[in-house]
């Protein structure tokens, strides 16, 4: 079965802080792997998308790892700001279908002052 | 704003009574979303187009949901005879191609049945 599962589910930091949220998945066959941040009562907005052949890839202080091998992928979090309080969406693709997405439920992450 | 948009941004509505969302993608992606998303989890793919062509649907989607893209731009989503379970954010994404663009998200419906 296609699964994605996400960990922590919910994370309290301090602003400044860095923090690193975790995704494993078992989604085959695998076409690529993406992060979305969706704020309260808002649609996900996409933050990194790889694939199988891309190991990390970065958007301002987020941080993305993929290991293909162990299925597994992280979202790091550098210098922590209070906006970047929202959840993260871990989204699996699988390769060859027009429209399936496997979600994971997210980490929601709060940033204190 | 040339971003996804979706109407209305609330509704609340009784249960066994009909309702209809709306969603203008962005203007030059043929695909179209819609998913359902309650709190803490996920969003739950329900059904997808290319243009006006309705190509799939989850078995989420039973026969009281129907959508439609009839020219291929915007799209409804209706509802009918609403249950208590209906009661969650329902959104619509867009995207230009398939799975290795990018979906854009509108900023969801919320549906509240009482």
């Known amino acids: 079965k296609n699964q994605v599962e996400q960990s922590p589910q919910s994370l309290i930091i301090l602003e400044g802080k860095n923090c690193t949220l975790q995704?494993?998945?078992?989604?085959?066959?695998?076409?690529?792997l993406r992060w979305y941040k969706q704020d309260t009562g808002r649609g996900p907005v996409s933050l990194t998308i790889m694939t199988f052949s891309e190991n990390t890839k970065s958007n301002g202080r987020y941080t993305a790892t993929l290991d293909a091998d162990t299925k597994q992928s992280s979202l790091h979090i550098t210098a922590s700001q209070l906006s970047d309080s929202a959840s993260y969406i871990c989204?699996?693709?699988?390769?060859?279908?027009?429209?399936?997405?496997?979600w994971g439920a997210g980490t929601k992450l709060i940033i204190k002052p | 704003d040339t971003g996804v948009s979706q109407n209305p941004r609330h509704k609340i509505t009784k249960r066994g009574q009909n309702v209809t969302f709306r969603c203008d993608p962005i203007s030059e992606h043929n695909r179209l979303y819609w998913y359902r998303q309650t709190l803490g989890q996920g969003p739950e793919f329900l059904t997808y187009?290319?243009?006006?062509?309705?190509?799939?649907k989850s078995r989420l989607l039973s026969d009281r949901f129907s959508a439609e893209r009839p020219k291929g731009s915007f799209s409804t989503l209706e509802i009918q005879r609403t249950e208590q379970g209906d009661s969650a954010m329902y959104l619509c994404?867009?995207?230009?191609?398939?799975?290795?663009?990018?979906?854009?998200f509108g900023p969801g419906t919320r549906l509240t049945v009482l």
């Open positions: 994404a867009s995207s230009p191609h398939g799975t290795t663009d990018t979906q854009y």
């Open positions: 995704c494993n998945y078992t989604v085959s066959p695998f076409s690529n």
């Open positions: 187009f290319q243009n006006e062509a309705q190509l799939e």
């Open positions: 989204v699996v693709s699988v390769r060859d279908s027009n429209y399936q997405l496997i």
